[in-house]
């Protein structure tokens, strides 16, 4: 399938239309999968790393961990390197753990939207440079990501800006849409998530679809007469 992008300037933009990434269109956590991928390369030190890497993943499932905790432990993996060294393992990574998680119908969902010209934005509490290759795959062209901090070329293992997570992917939205010179209210909004960390993105769109969701957001979604989508995987 060959992609056409939006061309913002041009093109009559009626709707939107937001992914949630991780255990919404892939099968898994990117930023879990990415700690475990460097455990098990020995990049990661096993006794220092693994245990936290769990402990993140439950509370983050419950809904109960710090944001800033949350965001700054996994961005904290890329300390000390600069993109270029990063970019090999960022391949890698791209092939053997993140594509193989990535099923059918989630690659047939998000063309589904971008074959009827909607504006299509990946939004994830994962960091930018983990999750760029993966848009691509997808083919979307436009990533809302929690940004990683870079001083003299190398991450420096904190996070910089609105963290993209809970209340943040709603800020995040109407300041990424007032870059490009539109406004939330313009649109017809949808927005597509598994967890109850996205329930305030869930709440600010026209459409919610809560994803093969959590228990939380299971019951909010019955509550609001939200759709509910098991996606094959």
């Keep these: 399938m060959t992609i056409q992008w939006p061309d913002e300037s041009t093109a009559p933009l009626a709707n939107l239309t937001l992914f949630d990434l991780d255990h919404t269109l892939l099968n898994g956590d990117s930023d879990v999968l990415w700690c475990d991928f460097l455990i098990a390369l020995g990049v990661l030190d096993r006794a220092s790393f ?58 047939d969902l998000v063309a589904q939207h971008l074959d009827a010209g909607d504006l299509v934005v990946m939004t994830t509490a994962t960091n930018r440079f983990i999750t760029e290759l993966t848009a691509r795959h997808f083919g979307i062209a436009h990533l809302i ?3 990683p901090q870079m001083q003299g070329g190398r991450f420096t293992g904190r996070t910089t800006g609105t963290l993209n997570m809970r209340e943040g992917k709603v800020t995040r939205m109407h300041d990424w849409l007032a870059e490009l010179g539109h406004r939330f209210d313009d649109f017809d909004s949808t927005a597509y998530s598994d967890s109850i960390n996205d329930l305030p993105l869930l709440q600010a769109v026209d459409r919610a679809v809560a994803v093969d969701p959590d228990a939380r957001l299971q019951a909010a979604a019955q509550a609001q007469g939200w759709r509910i989508l098991h996606l094959a995987r």
């Design 50 to 107: 693994a245990a936290r890497n769990a402990d993140m993943d439950t509370r983050y499932r419950l809904g109960s961990v710090d944001v800033a905790e949350f965001a700054n432990f996994y961005v904290g993996t890329l300390a000390g390197r600069t993109a270029q060294d990063w970019e090999p393992l960022r391949q890698e990574f791209l092939v053997s753990v993140i594509v193989p998680r990535i099923g059918r119908a989630a690659l």
């Design 145 to 147: 990501a929690t940004e």
